[in-house]
């Protein structure tokens, strides 16, 4: 069974663009969720997506967002880029109430 | 605010050792608290888990134990190996809150041969 499969796995923009990430959760998995992971700040919740609606939100400016499709895949876009929006990525993915599965990241780094 | 605070950020550990890296948090409504492990250039993978009905929770080598009133947990990895060196945190959240989880900072652990 493929796990939570994230690209890119690693991409550099500029200040001032956009990025999008894409995430497939496991096969059967309907619940999605986005963190971002920095030296400085640890992993930290961006948002949540389950069934196409978002579920849950962190507490992030609104440069951040994400959709999910009716197959479950999820992307998250990063919009007028900042350098300290330079981080890991991280895409999970569950069935309801059961164990949280991480993917292994895209790495951003804005320049 | 942070709500999950976790401790050490660092440990050293001679191989056949115990580390033991301790965690509290000040949400009463959490009710799922699960630790993982990520090794370098891969994302976190769940370690163990434990719901606060129990006190302790033992998988292989790895337990938690859980305390309500102090509102801490820990993780205890005995006879530690060094493959066991990576990063551990822990995290927590509640039945309503799907999968958002609230981590710890992170213990980097390292198991000297």
């Known amino acids: 069974k493929a796990g939570v499969t994230q690209t890119p796995r690693y991409l550099i923009k500029t200040r001032g663009q956009q990025v999008t990430l894409s995430c497939s959760p496991i096969?059967?998995?309907?619940?999605v969720s986005w963190y971002q992971q920095t030296p400085g700040q640890g992993l930290q919740f961006l948002f949540e997506?389950?069934?196409?609606?978002?579920?849950n939100k962190g507490n992030f400016p609104g440069r951040f967002s994400g959709r999910q499709f009716s197959n479950s895949r999820s992307e998250m876009n990063v919009s007028t880029l900042e350098l300290g929006d330079s981080a890991l990525y991280l895409c999970?993915?569950?069935?309801?109430?059961?164990?949280?599965?991480f993917g292994e990241g895209s790495w951003l780094t804005v320049v | 605010q942070q709500q999950v605070k976790q401790s050490p950020q660092s440990l050293i550990v001679q191989k056949g050792g115990i580390s033991i890296i301790n965690c509290a948090y000040e949400?009463?409504?959490?009710?799922?608290f699960p630790w993982y492990q990520q090794f370098p250039g891969k994302g976190p993978a769940l370690l163990i888990a434990?719901?606060?009905?129990?006190s302790e929770k033992k998988e292989g080598r790895f337990t938690i134990s859980f305390n309500k009133s102090a509102k801490q947990f820990s993780l205890h990895i005995m006879d530690s190996q060094p493959g066991d060196s990576a990063t551990y945190f822990c995290?927590?959240?509640?039945?309503?809150?799907?999968?958002?989880?609230?981590f710890g900072g992170g213990t980097r652990l390292m198991v000297k041969p």
């Open positions: 999970a993915s569950s069935l309801p109430g059961d164990t949280i599965y």
């Open positions: 096969s059967g998995h309907r619940s």
């Open positions: 997506y389950f069934s196409e609606t978002q579920r």
């Open positions: 949400n009463t409504a959490f009710d799922y």
């Open positions: 434990i719901r606060p009905d129990v």
């Open positions: 995290a927590a959240s509640y039945n309503n809150a799907g999968n958002m989880l609230t």
